[in-house]
């Protein structure tokens, strides 16, 4: 069961994904250059929330299932994964990707909504 709200798509290399939270979304993107496809974590002017999933960084990379890049911004900070794929564009690797980026939206959701509940909670 997965509670991921959709929102209108615009034209832009970026989708917002609403965790429930004003603190922090997700944020899917496309990489036309790099050919990569991504998934983040997007924290909006909260250092605090940052610093403590920093303090917890292994144990979520290790329930995310992999090495994530740690990015800590003067507005915002971001907790991104990537994938390389062979051709953005093709139609017939787009089910693969979009399963792949649906896939970390239901991950993302579940593993960092806990550790905001904490957050909140301390």
């Known amino acids: ?3 991921i709200r959709l929102q209108t798509p615009r034209p832009q290399h970026w989708y ?3 965790m429930g939270s004003s603190e922090a979304h997700i944020t899917l993107t496309v990489n036309t250059r790099e050919v990569l496809i ?3 974590v997007y924290i909006n002017l909260n ?3 940052y610093n403590y999933l920093l303090n917890r960084k292994d144990e979520i990379e290790k329930e995310i299932g992999e090495t994530a890049i740690w990015i800590d911004a ?11 794929v062979n ?4 139609s017939n690797e787009s089910n693969n990707h979009f399963a ?3 896939d970390k939206t239901v991950l ?5 909504s806990k550790y905001f509940r904490e957050f909140k909670s301390k």
């Open 87 to 90: 051709d953005i564009f093709n």
């Open 100 to 102: 792949w980026l649906y």
């Open 47 to 49: 250092k605090d929330l």
């Open 108 to 112: 993302f959701q579940k593993v960092f």
């Open 1 to 3: 069961d997965t509670n």
């Open 16 to 18: 917002d994904v609403s």
């Open 74 to 84: 003067a507005k915002a900070s971001r907790i991104k994964i990537s994938k390389k």
């Open 38 to 40: 991504g998934c983040e």
